[in-house]
């Protein structure tokens, strides 16, 4: 029997919404988006920032992502997506997808179910000579919760079980801190800014810390499993938060977990066009496509379609006039047994 040929893909789509009135319209993003698609030609697509619409009365959908797909090849594929609580709907805003043309055996979203939220006290928005005993303090901590779950699906390719999850970590962007801005875009001071940064790391290495977890937890299950980690890491392959979901033996020095490395493919890509972000003129790859070493042995190539990727970060370059998603898709491909 041929190879069954399996390529899986992710893709920020940047804030996909369908508001009446906004510009650029949805019109005008999927013009240009729905050939990046097409291109795209992926079996498996995992997409973050898909926006819900409705909800006045009844459950949110996901309209827009509905009419990007329409006319696609992804409009017949099964598709997860994360949901609200209570089950009844998506998220207003920011919710992960999972396309599949194979079968979608189940699927679970995680936050805070394997990684509690740890408790920090703010120091910047207080008097610096205020004498506080380590009881006071722990009273005045606060919970640092992050806001956006891993999306897990099990997927049956061929005669194998694939894990799929799907993940958006925490923006660089620093977390707001009481007292200490003067406006969205300005803070009163760098000690503010400074520690509203290292909170948005807090929550991005809490994401990547409970994600290594149920990755761990999916091995203790199954021994060699197959999986594969896609979405927007907001960090690079050597940044912490993905050498905390990596797991090399480099770093906690125990060889016998060798078989639980996962492997960031955009390492087969040439350094020069390694990149799924531009800022300030920087190429950044912070969009990825992990995969454990059962499925690392079926990997033969990875891309990134970055060619037209533009920088949002320079003057006047506003939404209107580049629609499309500020992030390059990722694919890698695979030939798997068909057994």
Not at 190 to 200: R, T
Request: hydrophobic letters at 35%.
């Amino acid at each position: 029997m041929p190879p069954i040929k399996l390529r899986i893909a992710t893709f920020n789509l940047e804030n996909l919404d369908a508001r009446a009135g906004e510009e650029p319209s949805l019109e005008a993003r999927i013009s240009l988006m729905r050939p990046q698609l097409a291109r795209v030609d992926a079996d498996i697509l995992c997409l973050q920032e898909v926006n819900g619409q409705g909800g006045n009365g009844g459950p949110r959908r996901l309209l827009a992502l509905e009419k990007l797909l329409e006319g696609t090849r992804y409009a017949d594929y099964e598709a997860v997506s994360t949901r609200l609580a209570d089950g009844s709907g998506p998220y207003a805003e920011r919710n992960l997808v999972i396309l599949s043309r194979f079968a979608v055996e189940g699927h679970e979203q995680y936050r805070h179910d394997y990684a509690q939220a740890p408790y920090y006290r703010t120091v910047t928005d207080r008097d610096p000579d205020e004498n506080v005993d380590d009881e006071q303090a722990r009273a005045e901590a606060e919970k640092v919760s992050w806001e956006r779950p891993i999306l897990h699906a099990r997927i049956r390719v061929g005669g194998k079980l694939l894990h799929v999850l799907n993940v958006h970590l925490k923006s660089k962007r620093p977390t707001d801190i009481p007292g200490q801005k003067e406006d969205n875009y300005t803070w009163k001071s760098a000690s503010g800014w400074a520690e509203g940064f290292f909170l948005s790391s807090m929550k991005r290495v809490g994401q990547a810390l409970e994600l290594r977890m149920l990755v761990d937890g999916i091995f203790d299950e199954e021994g060699e499993a197959m999986i594969s980690i896609c979405g927007d890491f907001n960090a690079d392959t050597d940044d912490v938060p993905l050498q905390a979901i990596r797991g090399d033996v480099e770093s906690h020095g125990n060889h016998a977990l060798a078989r639980r490395v996962l492997a960031p493919l955009s390492k087969s890509i040439p350094e020069p066009a390694r990149y799924s972000l531009l800022y300030l003129g920087r190429g950044e790859m912070i969009d990825h496509v992990l995969a454990s070493r059962e499925l690392l042995q079926y990997h033969r190539s990875t891309e990134v379609h970055n060619e037209l990727l533009h920088d949002e970060s320079i003057s006047f370059a506003t939404d209107v006039k580049y629609p499309e998603s500020d992030h390059a898709p990722v694919i890698a491909e695979f030939e798997l047994p068909d057994e």
